[in-house]
């Protein structure tokens, strides 16, 4: 009998160079994938396969797939086997536990959260309506506001929820709820969000790759960034200019204020996504969600009996809802962050580096909407949020044995190290005549990588 043909090895140099458009490899435990075709089609979107291409993406892939996509890799093998492929002890006891949680059945059981908020949505849309339909009172009118606002942060958890995992009994079900809750009641398109998600979540607390932490000219968490970086998710430098130096300057002051009206900016980029070249899944439902929106709200607040209370309307249920957006910035502002492009080799620590819990009582989980468990959202992000609490002293006991960093603070302690990270960075934007930090103390904590 003939011998078999030997397997084909290639080096991590050899990988490392496959990883521009239209030649993208990828390693998964060891054997090479060619995705440079299924970039087009990936449910994930583009972003996640350009950010990784040319180096091992295991954890990735196993944190972000169910069991039945392994058996879709093997159209994508191109023959080559990674040579001297090694599991780091981190990534074994990472899988290790992944396995574990999927053999107690914890990512099919997803609770009573999605129900419970639905009601809790429905409960809230009614009574501000009802309440400006009805009353003539311009306080019932502004409560009915601060209402919508609260609703808009519930229709959030819930879009956040939809696109890591399937939150409904069918894929039909769940499409539906994200169209729902993203673009119909809430004006923000789904598609961008998970878009804007994902790539945050592959890239954790990259200045240059990661959407979350890219706020020029408002807000710089960094004196990296006075170096007009160029950003990979937005395909465009981000300018340190004269005007980004005076808003940055006083961006501890301005946190708040803008926070309040971040959405604006959550409507614009769902426009200029569903606007572009770019490829959108059924992006004509998704234009249909957004317009759905921009028809009932409107018309909602023009039953309002003047211009001064429909504008007080408006600002009030803004400003509540502003809370979310604050939320998002706690978990990873006051982070250790890095220049560069996301590494797949060391995916657990990048992800607790650059991520803080919020502690919580266990009756504000609604309030947070899991993200107070940020580690564990990362690290498992098709986890129901209904099982964070459960799983989070098995994380902090992993980050223990390998000396990781397991960062937690109260929603007050979290305010304060965010405004203190902004104050930090504010101060050194003030330095008109040189952009070098002074404090580079202050540099190399919040550096990693």
Request: charged share 15%.
């Amino acid at each position: 009998m003939a011998d078999s043909a030997p397997r084909r090895s290639i080096s991590l140099e050899e990988l490392a160079a496959h990883n521009k458009p239209g030649d993208l490899w990828i390693s998964i435990q060891g054997k090479i994938y060619d995705v440079s075709e299924w970039i087009n089609d990936h449910p994930g979107g583009d972003l996640p396969l350009r950010d990784l291409a040319g180096q091992d993406a295991t954890d990735a892939f196993v944190a972000f797939h169910p069991a039945a996509a392994w058996q879709h890799l093997d159209r994508f093998f191109n023959g080559c086997y990674l040579r001297d492929y090694s599991v780091s002890e981190v990534s074994k006891d990472y899988r290790r536990l992944v396995s574990e949680f999927v053999k107690m059945g914890l990512y099919d059981k997803k609770g009573h959260v999605t129900l419970v908020s639905m009601w809790f949505i429905a409960l809230l849309f009614g009574a501000s309506v009802l309440g400006v339909l009805r009353s003539e009172s311009m306080w019932v009118h502004l409560l009915c506001g601060g209402m919508m606002g609260f609703l808009w942060i519930q229709s959030g958890w819930m879009g956040h929820d939809s696109g890591h995992y399937q939150i409904m009994s069918a894929p039909g079900l769940n499409r539906f709820a994200q169209v729902l809750t993203g673009n119909c009641l809430a004006g923000i398109s789904i598609a961008w969000w998970k878009r804007n998600h994902n790539a945050h979540h592959i890239a954790c607390n990259s200045l240059d790759f990661d959407p979350d932490l890219q706020h020029m000219p408002f807000f710089v968490v960094s004196s990296k960034f006075f170096g007009s970086l160029t950003s990979y998710y937005y395909e465009r430098k981000m300018n340190f200019d004269a005007v980004c130096r005076f808003l940055v300057s006083h961006q501890h002051w301005t946190f708040y204020p803008v926070m309040c009206f971040a959405r604006i900016n959550l409507f614009a980029q769902s426009f200029a996504l569903l606007l572009s070249k770019q490829k959108v899944p059924s992006r004509g439902q998704e234009m249909l969600g957004l317009l759905a929106y921009w028809v009932w709200y409107p018309l909602l607040v023009s039953c309002l009996p003047n211009w001064g209370e429909r504008i007080m309307f408006v600002m009030a249920s803004f400003a509540v809802t502003g809370i979310q957006h604050v939320q998002f910035c706690l978990n990873h502002f006051a982070s250790s962050v890095y220049v560069g492009p996301p590494s797949g080799n060391d995916w657990f620590e990048k992800q607790t580096a650059g991520t803080l819990n919020i502690q919580c009582s266990p009756w504000m989980d609604w309030f947070h909407g899991g993200l107070q468990f940020q580690i564990e959202h990362h690290l498992f992000p098709r986890l129901p949020r209904c099982h964070l609490r459960k799983i989070s002293p098995f994380v902090e006991e992993l980050c223990k044995k390998h000396s990781l960093p397991y960062n937690s603070a109260s929603f007050w302690k979290a305010n304060a190290m965010t405004i203190g990270t902004l104050r930090a960075a504010a101060l050194q934007a003030r330095d008109l005549a040189s952009p070098v930090p002074k404090n580079l103390v202050w540099e190399a904590v919040n550096t990693f990588g």
